[in-house]
């Protein structure tokens, strides 16, 4: 399967990769459908699982139930997801020193080179959901350096993918070598930016929106609480 030929290649020769993903004809669409879509859905639905985890823990507790929230927001945080790479990708775009840098080599970049941050937060899900005390196979695990580690992960992950950006560059948008790690941070730091607003600002806007519309005032002052 090509996906995970490309995955196995981006994080396991990305020097390779990129030479071959810089020299492959590809479009928006196929860059969604065929990778970023993919990867991306297995955010949503190992959060998914931790709540489904959790609820069955609490016996099917009402109180402690699956809110609408559980659902909701693990899929408008997949759809930010995807609006956050095609930013990237106009970032990139507009930033790159090559004047025939278009949408579709920016995309490339934004897609691969977020790789290991997307798998961190996937691995960090379902490190939530194995240290449920009925499942845990660590059932004396410290709850503080479980959240260091929590926290820690997405770190890294970010950082592999500053590193996966920095090696695409010169061959993707046909930068110079020097230039590429401070355009990288450029990028990193407009990603990080348009991520954090997509999830801190815009999904808790709209969730408030839809709890307002769809459950009502009391619902909303719930969803606050």
Known sequence: MKFLSRL?????????????????????????????MILLVLVPVTAFACSLLF?????????????????LQPLLHYCLCLAVLFTQAKAIETIAPNTTTDTVAGLKLAVYASTPFWLT?????????????DISPWPAFSQTPLIFVLTLLPVL??????YLLYLGLPPVVVCHKEKALGLALVIAGTS??????????????IMIVLFYLFFGTDTLSGFYQ
């Open 8 to 36: 196995k290649g981006i994080l396991l020769s990305p020097k390779t990769e990129w030479r071959v993903i810089a020299s492959e004809a590809t479009s928006v669409n196929t860059l969604y459908t065929g990778y970023a």
């Open 192 to 205: 990080f930016a348009a991520y954090h607003i997509a999830v801190s600002i815009v999904q808790h806007g």
């Open 121 to 133: 937060l996937v691995l960090r899900n379902l490190m939530i959901a194995l240290n449920q005390p």
């Open 55 to 71: 609820f069955s823990r609490t016996g099917g507790n009402p109180e402690y139930g699956l809110a609408p929230e559980v659902i």
């Open 157 to 162: 992950g970010a950082l592999h993918s500053l």
